[in-house]
């Protein structure tokens, strides 16, 4: 890869923060190798798509894109096209069949043979397909092997913002929801060493992290053994926590049936560690939670609820549902809007179901809720969670909240846009999609709350986004100097995503609320 032609990358990602972070590495891997992004994958000499199967709508976003390189591609025949992640690893061959353009397909476990194939697909001009085996393609021994964990550079310019990072304590997944192609796409659950996460939390602080998520398919199902002793996530925690320079730590997602005292206890005992967790419930109906293989009950649910309050007092919970699944009924559905009534998510992800080949679900079980139905109920479901959104962040009207600083609120950044001098950070060339995006985050959007920025983003005060330890997302006018520290903001204002407010600081001799002078 020493030409200095064929070297301008372009990426674009879509699906959840695992694939965030597996862009991250594959970005720092190719720029070792002399790769610069850009923002136009038309410009590019190589351009990749980190994938995702979850829903059909996120295959059908990157087979779009894709058509429309075609043409660049006869114009550029040495332009490289790669295909990576979870529909490869789904999709396969079916990918080059699909889009014969498409020069390489590479699954979740292979993603460390990047750069080698994209240098051979350049110089060959073979079509590379480097995928791991099927769940029932070998011994479980073999099938963990293939899909080996990659965890090697990190690039801190490739981050959602320089002091958030993610750092993967697990792959894959062994729960088999009947929905789900995740156990096919990212493989057996295997757990890292803690001492390597360790490390890698150290490298991150010393590259000014001050925020980390430790991540997983069902991260609270973390389980390592060393020297016959078992390490489970509360372990995690407890090891990393006193890294100096890490100020939060986050993890993500959590299976309900793994949410034990021990790690509510680590939660409410360490510090740095946010009051918030993401456990997703899927539906408030029992015969639907036993469809879906969820191993658990609405009353377990329940009781798990009662758990984390009684142990974890103010902790914010947030949940995933899924609208329409197969043999949904009105009542079905009506026990749902009244799970989410009763636990009062902080937010809830709410998704239409979309049969995915390879799932149980779609082999045994009929999708037979129209898709208005699920649309209908789609609606309603956001509805409920939105009124609830809006009535709590209204609770905080006159409080005030401990925030770290993320950076330019979303519309600071677009506003930056306009004004060329500045760089936002989020760097050219990483794209998320926006459906991506709007799936993932579908009730937050930081930023979104309508407060002015009020001046020059270079010299003066623009408007910055942060969030509190529960996790709420805070507007307010400050320095961009101030992205990566923590500050107190006094809440004046909501909406449904958004806390909005001002920085404030504590005169300690006058005991009084001042503002705090921006410079
Ligand atoms: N259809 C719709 N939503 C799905 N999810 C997973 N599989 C499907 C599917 N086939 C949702 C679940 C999961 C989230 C990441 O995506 O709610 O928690
Ligand atoms: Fe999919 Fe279920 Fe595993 Fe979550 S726990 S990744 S929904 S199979």
């Known amino acids: 890869m020493s030409n200095s032609h064929n070297q301008l990358l372009y990426i674009e990602t879509v699906g959840c923060q695992m694939n965030v972070l597996d862009s991250e590495l594959v970005v720092a891997a190719l720029r070792e190798g002399g790769y610069e992004l850009t923002e136009s994958m038309y410009d590019a000499d190589t351009v990749l798509f980190n994938t995702c199967s979850v829903r059909e709508h996120a295959e059908h976003k990157i087979y779009s894109q894709l058509g429309r390189l075609k043409y660049s591609k006869r114009k550029r025949p040495d332009k490289v096209i790669g295909v990576f992640g979870c529909m490869a690893q789904k999709d396969q061959e079916l990918i080059f069949q699909r889009a014969p353009h498409v020069d390489m397909v590479v699954g979740t476990g292979q993603l460390a043979e990047i750069p080698r194939l994209v240098s051979e697909a350049r110089r060959d001009r073979n079509k590379a397909l480097a995928v791991s085996l099927a769940r029932t393609g070998g011994s479980r021994d073999e099938v963990v092997s293939s899909f080996e964990s990659y965890d090697p550079l990190r690039d801190p310019t490739m981050r959602p913002s320089p002091f958030q990072a993610y750092v993967r304590i697990m792959i894959g997944c062994d729960k088999f929801c009947t929905y789900c192609v995740v156990p096919t796409t990212r493989g057996p659950e295997q757990s890292r060493p803690p001492s390597q996460i360790l490390t890698e939390v150290g490298v991150l602080a010393g590259q000014g992290v001050r925020e980390v998520t430790l991540l997983g398919q069902t991260v609270n199902s973390y389980s390592h053994v060393e020297d016959g002793r078992t390490f489970r996530l509360a372990d995690v925690l407890e090891l990393i926590h006193d890294t100096e320079g890490i100020e939060r730590i986050k993890f993500v997602t959590n299976f309900p049936r793994d949410m034990d005292a021990r790690l509510l206890e680590a939660v409410r005992d360490l510090p740095k560690v946010g009051r918030y967790l993401h456990v997703p419930a899927q539906s408030g109906s029992d015969t639907v939670l036993e469809r879906m293989k969820r191993g658990y009950t609405v009353g377990e649910y329940r009781e798990m609820m009662s758990r984390i309050n009684e142990i974890i007092p103010g902790c914010a919970v947030s949940s995933d549902f899924i609208v329409g699944f197969c043999g949904e ?64 962040n209204a609770e905080f009207i006159g409080l005030t909240a401990d925030v770290l600083v993320e950076g330019p609120s979303k519309m600071a950044l677009k506003q930056m846009k306009q004004q060329p001098a500045v760089t936002p950070h989020p760097v050219p060339g990483v794209e998320l999609s926006e459906d991506a995006a709007a799936e993932v985050v579908s009730l937050e959007t930081p930023g979104s709350a309508g407060t002015d920025v009020t001046s020059d983003p270079v010299s003066g005060p623009i408007q910055l986004v942060g969030r509190t330890d529960c996790d709420r997302i805070v507007v307010f006018d400050g320095n961009p100097r101030l992205a990566g520290s923590l500050a107190t903001i006094s809440v004046d204002d909501c909406t449904a995503t958004t806390l909005i407010g001002r920085i404030v600081t504590r005169e300690v001799q006058h005991a009084a609320v001042v503002e705090l002078p921006v410079v």
Do not use: H, M
């Open 329 to 392: 009924t009105d009542e079905d559905f009506e026990a749902s809007r009244r799970l989410v009534e009763e636990c009062r998510f902080k937010n809830s992800f709410i998704f239409k179901y979309s049969p995915r080949s390879g799932t149980k679900a779609d082999e045994r079980l009929v999708d037979d809720v129209p898709e208005a139905v699920k649309r209908e109920r789609n609606a309603r479901l956001l509805d409920v969670q939105t009124a609830i959104c809006e009535e709590d």
